[in-house]
C-alpha cells in the first residue's frame, strides 16, 4: 500500500474507518509501524505520559523535537503528525510557520495545532506555505486552565460545527475531536468533507485514536471513561523487575548460560 499520505488519508473517509496511535519514542514508534496504524501522533501528551507533568502545557518544542525526530526516523508506513506544543504557534505567524517548518524538516509529514476559529487564518498561512495541518476541536487540552481541569466540551453541536467548517475552509486534512458528546461529534462529522479522529468523542467519528500508555495500561490509577485499556502493563512491568531484584538478591542471575566462559 506504501507510505500513509494526506491525499490518502483524505480519500478513506466514508470508505473505512482511520486508525491513530500515539508514539514518542523508539518502542513505541517501532509497535506502532509493526501494528501499521494509519496515522501516528507525535502526542504533547509527552509532557503528561513521558516527563510525568499534570497537563500538556509544560513541554516545549525542545523536547518535542526530540520525540518527533526518532518517530519520523522509525516509523515508515504510518502518517506521522507532530503536535505543536502550548506557545509554539500562538505568539506570532512567523514563530508558528518556523517551528512546524523545523517539525517538517525532521521528516514528519503534518502539525497539529490546536484551536477552532481563533487559528483559521493562522493554519490557512501554514498550509499555503506546505505544511499539512491537522486540526483539534472540542476539549484542547492546552486550555485545561480556562476550563478548570480537562472538562467534556462542544455540548453545543452548531459552535462546534462552526469551529470545524473554519477549519476544513483553512484548508487542514482532518480534525481531532477530543471528548465531547457523540451526538456533537456525528453531527460534525456528518457536515465535514474531511475525516474526523476521535478520542472521548463516541463511535461515529471517521477513525479513532487514544494514547499508547492509555491502551497498554501504563499509568497507574489512569482511569479514563474513554480509554479502553488492552493491558495491565505497568503491573506487569513492576512484576518482571521484581523478579529481575529478587533474582539478583537471591544470587539466580545471571546463570551460567548468561555469562561468558
Ligand atoms: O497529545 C495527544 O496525544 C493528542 C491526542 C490525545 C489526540 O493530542
Given at each position: 500500500m506504501?507510505?500513509m ?5 483524505l480519500?478513506?473517509?466514508g470508505?473505512?474507518r482511520?486508525?491513530a496511535v ?8 517501532l509497535?506502532?509501524?509493526?501494528v501499521?496504524f ?7 501528551s509527552?509532557?503528561?505520559?513521558i516527563?510525568?507533568y499534570?497537563s500538556?502545557?509544560?513541554i516545549g518544542m525542545?523536547e ?5 525526530r526518532v ?9 506521522v ?7 509554539s504557534?500562538?505568539?506570532?505567524e512567523?514563530?508558528?510557520i518556523?517551528?512546524?517548518g523545523?517539525f ?8 497539529k495545532?490546536e484551536?477552532?476559529?481563533?487559528v483559521?487564518d493562522?493554519?490557512g498561512?501554514m ?11 472540542g ?5 485545561f ?9 462542544g ?5 462546534l460545527?462552526k469551529?470545524?467548517?473554519s477549519l476544513?475552509?483553512?484548508?487542514v486534512?482532518?480534525?481531532?475531536l477530543?471528548?465531547?458528546p457523540?451526538e456533537?461529534a456525528?453531527y460534525v462529522?456528518?457536515?465535514l468533507?474531511i475525516p ?5 468523542a463516541g463511535p461515529?467519528?471517521d477513525?479513532?485514536i ?16 474513554f480509554v ?10 513492576k ?11 537471591e544470587?539466580?542471575?545471571?546463570s551460567?548460560e548468561?555469562?561468558?566462559?
Open positions: 506504501g507510505r499520505t494526506v491525499k490518502k488519508l480519500a478513506l473517509k470508505k473505512r482511520i486508525t500515539t508514539a514518542y519514542d523508539y518502542t513505541s514508534a509497535l506502532a509501524e509493526a501499521g494509519d496515522v501516528v501522533l507525535v502526542g504533547d509527552a509532557a503528561m505520559v516527563h510525568g499534570e500538556t502545557l509544560p525542545e518535542m523535537l526530540i520525540h518527533a518517530v519520523a526516523r522509525v516509523v515508515k508506513g504510518p502518517l503528525v507532530a503536535d505543536m506544543p502550548f506557545l504557534y500562538q505568539t506570532s512567523r514563530e508558528a518556523k517551528n512546524a523545523t517538517m524538516k525532521l521528516g514528519v509529514s503534518a502539525v495545532v484551536g477552532g476559529r481563533e483559521a493562522l493554519i498561512k498550509v499555503s506555505y506546505g505544511i499539512p495541518v491537522m486540526g483539534h476541536i476539549m484542547n487540552p492546552q486550555k486552565n480556562i476550563y478548570g481541569g480537562f472538562k467534556l466540551q455540548r453545543d453541536k452548531d459552535e460545527l469551529d470545524a467548517l476544513q475552509d483553512a484548508g486534512f482532518s480534525i481531532v477530543e471528548k465531547v457523540a456533537s456525528k462529522s456528518e457536515r468533507r474526523t479522529i476521535g478520542i472521548g461515529y467519528t477513525g479513532q487514544l494514547v499508547f500508555h492509555d491502551i497498554l495500561g501504563l499509568i497507574p490509577d489512569m482511569n479514563l471513561k479502553r485499556r488492552y493491558l495491565n502493563g505497568y503491573d506487569l512491568f512484576q518482571a523487575l521484581e523478579n529481575f531484584k529478587r533474582d539478583i538478591l544470587g539466580n542471575f545471571p551460567p548468561e555469562s561468558y566462559e
